[in-house]
C-alpha cells in the first residue's frame, strides 16, 4: 500500500524549462511534506518543506504548492539547470508518528543543456 | 555541519551470510532510520529507533534486525544475506528538528 504517489517516475527538461513533479496522498493525518534531492552517489538531502495550512511556500528557484483538499502537492524548480539534475523524493510525516517519513518513489531529472 | 557515516560504501556477501551494516551519527540525535532504496519503490522504512535499545518496525522489516547499543550508533543485520536483499541500503537521523540527514548509503550485493 503506497501511501504517497510521485509522478512522473522520469522527466527530461531543457534549461531554463520548469520542471513539476507531483505527489499525492490519503493519509489525512501527514502533517509535513518536505522534499529531498538526492544526487547520485549521495545520500538523499532536504531541499524544501511545507506544512498543511500553507498553500505555497518558496525558496529561490525552488516552490511547492499545496493543495489540502484535493490532498496534492507539487514542486516546481523554475529556470532548470543541469547541475538540478537528480532524483527528487516527496514525503510525509504522519502527526504523532514520532520523525518517520513516508516517502514516494522518486522523480529522476535531467536537465539537458 | 550534521554528519552521518555507513560503515562501507560497497558490500558483496554471499547467500546465507550474516551481514552487519553499522551507522554513525555525530549530533547526538535521538532518532535513527534503516532505509533500503530500490528503483521504481523509493525508500522504504526497514526499521527506526528512538532511543538507545529502543526500536520500532518501520514498513519491510523482514529478514532484518537492529541493534541500538549506543547513541550515535545503530547497526542493521541481516541475519541470513538472501539475493532479494540486494539494494542500497541509507541510514538518517533526527534530532529535535523534522529534518532527516542521511548518510551516503551502501550497496549491498548478495550473491
Known amino acids: 500500500q503506497q501511501q504517497v504517489k510521485q509522478s512522473p517516475q522520469s522527466l527530461i527538461v531543457q534549461k531554463g524549462g520548469i520542471s513539476i513533479i507531483n505527489c499525492a496522498y490519503e493519509?489525512?493525518?501527514?502533517?509535513?511534506f518536505p522534499w529531498y534531492q538526492q544526487f547520485p552517489g549521495k545520500g538523499p538531502a532536504l531541499l524544501i518543506a511545507?506544512?498543511?495550512?500553507?498553500s505555497e511556500k518558496k525558496e529561490g528557484r525552488f516552490t511547492i504548492s499545496f493543495n489540502k483538499s484535493a490532498k496534492q502537492f507539487s514542486l516546481h524548480i523554475m529556470d532548470s539547470q543541469p547541475g538540478d539534475s537528480a532524483t527528487y523524493f516527496c514525503a510525509a510525516r504522519e502527526a504523532g508518528g514520532g520523525n518517520k517519513l513516508t516517502f514516494g518513489t522518486g522523480t529522476q531529472l535531467k536537465v539537458e543543456l | 555541519d550534521v554528519k552521518v557515516t555507513q560503515s562501507s560504501r560497497y558490500l558483496v556477501k554471499r547467500t546465507g551470510e550474516k551481514v552487519f551494516l553499522e551507522c554513525v551519527q555525530d549530533?547526538?540525535?535521538?532518532?535513527m532510520f534503516w532505509y533500503r532504496q530500490d528503483p521504481g519503490l523509493g525508500l522504504r522504512l526497514i526499521y527506526f529507533?528512538?532511543?538507545?535499545?529502543?526500536?520500532e518496525k518501520g514498513d519491510i522489516p523482514e529478514g532484518y534486525s537492529v541493534s541500538r547499543e549506543k547513541k550515535e550508533r545503530f547497526s542493521l543485520i541481516l541475519e541470513s544475506a538472501s539475493t532479494n536483499q540486494t539494494s542500497m541500503y541509507l541510514c538518517a537521523s533526527n534530532g529535535g528538528s523534522k529534518t532527516q540527514y542521511f548518510g551516503p548509503g551502501t550497496r549491498l550485493l548478495v550473491l
Open positions: 493519509n489525512t493525518a501527514f502533517d509535513y
Open positions: 511545507i506544512r498543511p495550512d500553507v
Open positions: 529507533s528512538y532511543d538507545v535499545k529502543m526500536k
Open positions: 549530533m547526538d540525535h535521538e532518532n
